[in-house]
């Protein structure tokens, strides 16, 4: 079946770096865009920016420049996610999701990821 | 950057009865040349990652229950639930795929009152 499946919850340091995976399977995965939301504690969903994966060029939300990071493996259909320089307000749920390449074809975000959990703690 | 604002912030609905969210885009998300507009509608339960209810403004997705439906065109949408159930509890998002950043509503509550 189609899905994505993410890594598990990570406990990082405050200035260490974290990288979540998310591995798509049932699908071509090069016919869609994978993106990053992220939700803080208590709070609603914050688009965070998409990879192509036929280009791999990635797009980043304002909020999520410089110490953020998109990446594909195309060999095992899966994305990544980086961020260094970690800070407590980065303690959050990370989700990924796909939405198709095509424009015409482009309904929303219909798979998610069960999201990775990210703690920044001291 | 396309601005996304649903109202109200949450609601509490009697078992049986309407729910009605809404949401406004700053800008229109409607495509001509399609006919569609790029907007979504997510239920969010606790612990669990969103789930895309309707697409393209009012197409149902496979699997959701038709109490759940949409209506709108170009910048004012609506989700509403009709005869909401207990399992309806949830946060509910708008968002609009029309360009990028691809932006949500804040969320709404919907609990039972």
């Known amino acids: 079946q189609v899905q994505l499946v993410q890594s598990g919850s990570e406990l990082k340091k405050p200035g260490a770096s974290v990288k979540v995976s998310c591995k798509a399977s049932?699908?071509?995965?090069?016919?869609?865009?994978l993106n990053w939301v992220r939700q803080a504690p208590g709070q609603g969903l914050e688009w965070m920016g998409w990879?192509?994966?036929?280009?791999?060029?990635?797009t980043y939300a304002q909020d999520f420049t410089g110490r953020f990071d998109f990446s594909l493996d195309t060999s095992v259909s899966t994305a990544y996610l980086q961020i260094s320089s970690l800070k407590a307000e980065d303690t959050a749920i990370y989700f990924c999701?796909?939405?198709?390449?095509?424009?015409?074809?482009?309904?929303?975000?219909?798979?998610w990821g069960q999201g990775t959990t990210v703690t920044v703690s001291s | 950057d396309i601005v996304m604002t649903q109202s109200p912030d949450s609601l509490a609905v009697s078992l049986g009865e309407r729910a009605t969210i809404n949401c406004k885009s700053s800008?229109?998300?409607?495509?001509?040349?399609?006919?569609?507009?790029?907007l979504g509608w997510y239920q969010q339960k606790s612990g669990q990652p969103p789930k895309l209810l309707i697409s393209?403004?009012?197409t149902r997705e496979s699997g959701v229950p038709d109490r759940f439906s949409g209506s709108g065109s170009g910048t004012d949408f609506t989700l509403t639930i009709s005869n909401l159930q207990a399992e309806d509890v949830a946060f509910y998002y708008c968002?609009?795929?029309?360009?990028?950043?691809?932006?949500f509503g804040g969320g709404t509550r919907v609990e039972i009152k």
């Open positions: 999701a796909r939405v198709s390449l095509w424009f015409g074809d482009r309904r929303g975000m219909d798979v």
């Open positions: 990879i192509n994966t036929n280009t791999g060029s990635p």
């Open positions: 800008q229109s998300v409607f495509h001509s040349s399609n006919n569609k507009n790029y």
């Open positions: 049932g699908y071509i995965f090069t016919n869609y865009a």
């Open positions: 968002q609009q795929f029309q360009s990028t950043p691809l932006t």
């Open positions: 393209w403004a009012s």
